[in-house]
């Protein structure tokens, strides 16, 4: 639900600083997210924990972002309202002790894994109007894995490799319709997919699987949040939640995206250093590396 819900808004960020090469940049993310799990620390000090909320809590923005920016084919005008809406929506959710069974989550992958078959036969079944070289990789490779790795981190093992497959999969469908270029106009840019692919009557459909995939990404993100608050109860979550909200409602979806990925990779670099005190060296190291390295990368793209 995670990718789903960012994929939307974080494939324009990536092709407008990587175009092709974001596609290594996907393989970069997961290299990241596969790195961690050997870089675990010792203990989960305070420091750590708000750490692990700002990541959650970054997700949630995101989500929220994502889907006030595809709203409009749903709610007129392109207000970032029903992002906040959205989010505090789910904070409530959460805090009244609503989750996502294993049930529903099943239905949920089943129905966003149809949209992503059906998004990729869409876009290659039309030949696109012209074809974009590639070009030479720069720091845009690891700026578009800073912002994809959001989508990523956390997960392991098979289903680590589906989803970096999936999100691969998506955008070189989506970079061979409507090339880097105009993929990187503009954070909806998946609607000019549609639309180039001669698909316009899918547009309420692509608003819909946003809607579903975000709503249970800042669920899953909250819910998250108030098990990382214990003591506090399930009333908890509120207040970081409505803060989410207010994020939402405040950043612009490039900006939700870059805020994701600067607390994600900062938890990463806070875990890293964790490890390293307790003597987990190798491994912790080359995951600070990367993840710093990262971080230039977004720098240096700005």
Known sequence: MRLAAGLPVVLAVAASVAGWWLLLGVG?????????????????????RGARIGTLLGVAVLAGSAFAAYAADVVPGHARWPGGLLVAGAAV????????????????????????????????????????????????????????????GGLRGVRLAAAAASAAVVAAAALYQLGPVRLGLSVTSLRDVLVAADARVLLPLLAAVVTVAAAGAAVAALAAVRDELPGRGRTGVLVPGLAAALGAVVLAPAGAVLLAALLALTEVLLTAGSALRGGRRLPAAAVAVLAAAMLAGMVLVR
């Open 28 to 48: 970069v993310a997961a290299l990241l997210a596969f790195g961690t799990r050997w870089a675990v620390p010792q203990g989960r000090g305070g420091l750590l």
């Open 93 to 152: 959710a959460v805090a009244a002790g609503i989750r996502f069974t294993a049930y529903w989550r099943r239905w949920v992958l089943g129905v966003l894994c149809a949209a992503a078959v059906v998004f990729t036969s869409v876009c290659v079944a039309i030949a696109p109007a012209a074809h974009t070289a590639p070009g030479s990789p720069d720091a845009g490779v690891l700026a578009s894995a800073a912002v994809l790795y959001p989508l990523l």
